[in-house]
């Protein structure tokens, strides 16, 4: 298939809503047609977005001949059987971080993209990024990497209604970001940023000591806990990372690269605006302020998400079935290690019990 790439967009949400903004600027995209779990709500959603189609029912929208791929922007905990009811169907699936709940569920969806021959890629925008590129291509300047650290700390808008819903106040739902039996959390809504990438550059870990919050949430109608934030430590031959993560407090930390000649800064880990390289000079005492970065930043997308949908129409089209950066193998990895911080959390996810 060459050219245009016509997408089925599960899921109506804000997500959907904003992915669709830097989709659309590429000119091989074309969404053309929306499911949600309300069909006036995908009407509404496609007459937004200049969609033709609208469906209520997954299976009909997996089953339309005239879609050659699905991107899907539900809550976690229903990503593994969307996807592979598409994959199943002979479609493309780009769906959201996280891949799926736990690594049971990755391995599954890997296992039926490779069984279909189709093409599966987890919709993390860190690792698409023109300047993320850019970080790889200039690795190499600061030598022997020695510490990786991360972090992506932002004040939940949905945090309030939590509170409430704790104190009495408000008897709704707990949002599924922050809601267990959604596979919800700090880590999984945020927290993924700061991993993702550190796999992407040094692998898996072969260490990993993290130290986590957690709340008592109401859920399947008993209180279970849910991470609001989280610090995680991981070892690597000859270096160490660590990443910092919440949903309850903010942070402007940078993400920094340290190497045995130099480091290479990054303004934001979840989608990198600005870069410097800073080479190692003579040590100093503190009396001066050392040597200056060099501004590395390279140009960026007009919007931010579509790096995402460029990197996955760009193999559509090449007929290939894995992205090199946000490969099979690094979401696999990811969700191992989430699945370890989970555990030494004590949070558990209705999919765990499944296993």
Same mark, same amino acid.
């Given at each position: ?23 659309? &600027? ?5 969404? #053309? ?5 309300? $069909?006036?709500? %995908?009407? =509404? ?8 189609? %609208? ?6 929208? =997996? ?7 699905? +991107? ?27 891949? @799926?709940?736990?690594?049971?569920? #990755? ?5 039926? @993209? ?8 987890? %919709? ?10 850019? #970080? ?11 510490? +990786? ?15 409430? $819903? ?19 959390? =700090? &880590? ?7 991993? +993702? ?10 260490? $990993? ?9 109401? %859920?399947?109608?008993? @209180? ?28 402007? &930390?940078?993400?920094? $690269? ?20 800073? &080479? ?24 931010? +998400? ?28 990811? @969700? ?20």
């Amino acid at each position: 298939m060459k050219g245009t790439v016509r997408f089925g967009i599960i899921g109506t949400g804000r997500i959907s809503d904003w992915v669709l903004k830097g989709a659309v &600027l590429d000119p091989r995209f074309k969404a #053309v047609a929306v499911c949600s779990r309300s $069909i006036e709500r %995908a009407k =509404a959603f496609g007459t937004a977005h200049g969609i033709p189609k %609208a469906y209520s029912d997954p299976e009909e929208i =997996a089953s339309d001949p005239g879609i050659d791929a699905i +991107y899907i922007g539900t809550p976690n905990h229903t990503h593994h059987d969307l996807a592979i009811l598409c994959m199943r169907k002979g479609k493309h699936v780009m769906c959201e971080k996280p891949l @799926a709940s736990n690594v049971r569920e #990755v391995s599954e969806m890997i296992a039926v @993209a490779r069984n279909h021959g189709v093409l599966l890629m987890e %919709a993390m925008i860190s690792t698409l990024s023109p300047n993320f590129r850019s #970080v790889q291509e200039r690795l190499a300047e600061i030598g022997r990497v020695r510490h +990786y650290s991360a972090a992506f700390c932002q004040y939940s808008s949905k945090f309030g209604q939590v509170l409430r $819903i704790l104190s009495g106040e408000d008897s709704s739902p707990v949002p599924s970001s922050f809601n267990p039996d959604s596979s919800g959390g =700090a &880590l999984m809504d945020v927290g993924i940023y700061t991993i +993702y990438p550190m796999v992407t550059l040094f692998g898996k870990p072969d260490s $990993i000591k993290a130290e986590t919050k957690t709340l008592m949430v109401p %859920a399947g109608g008993s @209180a279970k806990p849910v991470d609001i934030q989280g610090s995680v430590v991981f070892g690597y031959p000859g270096m160490t990372a660590s990443v910092m993560y919440s949903k309850v407090a903010d942070s402007r &930390l940078r993400t920094e $690269i340290s190497g045995e000649l130099g480091m290479i800064s990054l303004d934001q880990v979840h989608i990198a605006r600005q870069v410097g390289l800073t &080479l190692r000079g003579e040590p100093t005492s503190g009396r001066t302020a050392g040597p200056s970065a060099f501004d590395i930043t390279v140009p960026g997308d007009a919007d931010e +998400y579509q790096c995402e949908f460029r990197e996955f129409m760009d193999l559509v089209n090449s007929g290939q079935k894995e992205s090199r950066n946000n490969s099979l193998r690094n979401s696999l990895i990811v @969700a191992r290690i989430m699945d370890e911080i989970r555990r030494q959390a004590g949070i558990t996810f209705p999919a765990d019990l499944q296993e």
